[in-house]
């Protein structure tokens, strides 16, 4: 359990005061950009969140510039107090919760080459930037992904109790599809950062079962493939009102494994 103060995280040596070098970006930089921008956005109108497209227009992106963190932050600081904070690549859970839980999205800033357009090992600045920035607009979302990771934060000593509330994040955050006036969309930026898996995730393929955080969190899921099912919240609220219920059968699970 962690005892540290809150914002304990920005002094913390792994964070390494890194900025986005926007100068550096090559033209291949900003054709991978706009490949990738220009291939999945026509898809997104029948397919994503309508918070994740009225987000795209308020963090103002394009197909012709590369996300910009610092007109970003500004937008993100007047919406919801949210900013981006670069990270060097994967990062531990610590540092990953601490930066949530004091409303700062990690992210990574290089981008993707032409001959990986597809497939990557690790998230890059179209799957951290892209996908996730607008749904930062959001405040019911945002709310929830700061308590989440208090909670986390809670029981980062506990690996176990850490790969349950990933469950959460991964089948919400990653890949949670919402319904909205009857229909499936997208919230996911896992999905949503990938065309094939925004067509899949809706198809009536994988199955789709209601938001429920007992189901959720004895679930495993797929990093390297699509997933085969999918959780489907009713609104952000509902999000962030099961807090309570995540912690509380957080400590059931754990607890039952105690007397195991
Ligand atoms: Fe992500």
Same mark, same amino acid.
């Given at each position: 359990m962690t005892d540290k $103060?809150?914002?304990?995280? !920005?002094?913390? $040596?792994?964070?390494?005061d890194l900025k986005q @070098? +926007?100068? =550096? +970006?090559t033209p291949e930089d900003f054709k991978v950009w706009k490949i990738l921008f220009e291939r999945q956005m026509p898809n997104? $109108?029948?397919?994503?969140s309508q918070a994740y497209l009225d987000g795209v227009k308020t963090v103002k992106f394009?197909? @012709?510039?590369? =996300?910009n963190f610092e007109e970003l932050n500004q937008i993100l600081k007047e919406t919801t107090g949210w900013a981006v904070q670069v990270v060097p690549g994967l990062i531990d859970d610590d540092l990953f919760f601490g930066l949530l839980n004091n409303k700062r999205f990690p992210s990574s800033t290089w981008l993707r080459k032409m001959e990986q357009l597809d497939y990557l090992e690790e998230p890059d600045m179209f799957h @951290? =930037? !892209?996908?996730?920035m607008p749904m930062l607009t959001n405040q019911p979302y945002v709310d929830f992904l700061e308590q989440l990771s208090g909670i986390a934060l809670k029981h980062i000593d506990d690996p176990w109790a850490i790969q349950l509330l990933s469950r959460i994040y991964w089948f919400t955050i990653e890949f949670g599809l919402i319904r909205e006036n009857g229909q499936l969309r997208i919230y996911g930026a896992g999905i949503l950062s990938s065309k094939g898996e925004t067509q899949f995730s809706l198809s009536d393929e994988p199955a789709h079962y209601p938001y429920d955080v007992r189901r959720i969190m004895n679930q495993e899921y797929w990093k390297n493939k699509f997933q085969d099912k999918y959780f489907v919240i009713e609104s952000y609220e509902q999000l962030y009102n099961s807090i309570p219920e995540i912690e509380s059968v957080l400590e059931e699970i754990l607890a039952e494994n105690k007397v195991k």
């Open positions: $103060p809150k914002g304990w995280v !920005f002094s913390d $040596p792994r964070l390494k @070098d +926007y100068e =550096a +970006y997104l $109108p029948e397919a994503a394009t197909a @012709d510039r590369i =996300a @951290d =930037a !892209f996908a996730h």
